[in-house]
T-cell receptor
Framework: GENVEQHPSTLSVQEGDSAVIKCTYS??????FPWYKQELGKRPQLIID?????GEKKDQRIAVTLNKTAKHFSLHITETQPEDSAVYFC???????????FGSGTRLLVRP | EAGVTQSPTHLIKTRGQQATLRCSPI?????VYWYQQALGLGLQFLLW???????NRGNFPPRFSGRQFPNYSSELNVNALELEDSALYLC????????????FGQGTRLTVV
């Protein structure tokens, strides 16, 4: 069945360092890959997404890369700040006629 | 514009009872998703409704069911509640199925005692 694996489950970095979270998907028909950030007690919110026709997308300090051959995608956060501390979820979907499957989440802690 | 709204915010039920959770999507969104988030765990896909039809369901027993109304709002029903059903239930809506951004509601915290 469809599955999205996410690593690591927890990540602790020093403020200013970079953080990388990796996900692997099993469904080769997946073509939409969003990343959500969930702060404690709040709802998940989209921070960046990528579609299968591009290999990389950047938005200020956040970037996502996609390797379709290897079926994995990664979230890169540069110059981390304490407010980046949250749980991050990756997800994958085939598109409009299919469901969104989430990874198990990564708890990121940015130490001041 | 209002976001995705869920009610109630908190719900306490006794084992064996039934729970009904409600979700109103963003205006214009036809797809509604339900996810279960147990404490400290990830988002487990429950159900997906689009245009009033159930499009897909996750690996949950039949006592988890729901429906989508003509105004695209949705209801999640959980029958014969078990202690393990205690979790945050999140609803999300999107404009074009699972290929555009899904916006989440604030969730309903269900506690089964």
């Amino acid at each position: 069945g469809e599955n999205v694996e996410q690593h690591p489950s927890t990540l602790s970095v020093q403020e200013g360092d970079s953080a990388v979270i990796k996900c692997t998907y099993s469904d080769s028909a997946s073509n939409y890959f969003p990343w959500y950030k969930q702060e404690l007690g709040k709802r998940p919110q989209l921070i960046i997404d990528i579609r299968s026709n591009v290999g990389e997308k950047k938005d200020q300090r956040i970037a996502v890369t996609l390797n379709k051959t290897a079926k994995h995608f990664s979230l890169h956060i540069t110059e981390t700040q304490p407010e980046d501390s949250a749980v991050y979820f990756c997800a994958a979907s085939r598109g409009s006629s299919y469901k969104l499957i989430f990874g198990s989440g990564t708890r990121l802690l940015v130490r001041p | 514009e209002a976001g995705v709204t869920q009610s109630p915010t908190h719900l306490i039920k006794t084992r064996g009872q039934q729970a009904t959770l409600r979700c109103s999507p963003i205006s214009g969104h036809t797809s509604v998703y339900w996810y279960q988030q147990a404490l400290g765990l990830g988002l487990q896909f429950l159900l997906w409704y689009d245009e009033g039809e159930e499009r897909n369901r996750g690996n949950f027993p039949p006592r988890f069911s729901g429906r989508q109304f003509p105004n695209y709002s949705s209801e999640l029903n959980v029958n014969a509640l078990e202690l393990e059903d205690s979790a945050l239930y999140l609803c999300a809506s999107s404009l074009e199925g699972a290929r555009t951004e899904a916006f989440f509601g604030q969730g309903t915290r269900l506690t089964v005692v």
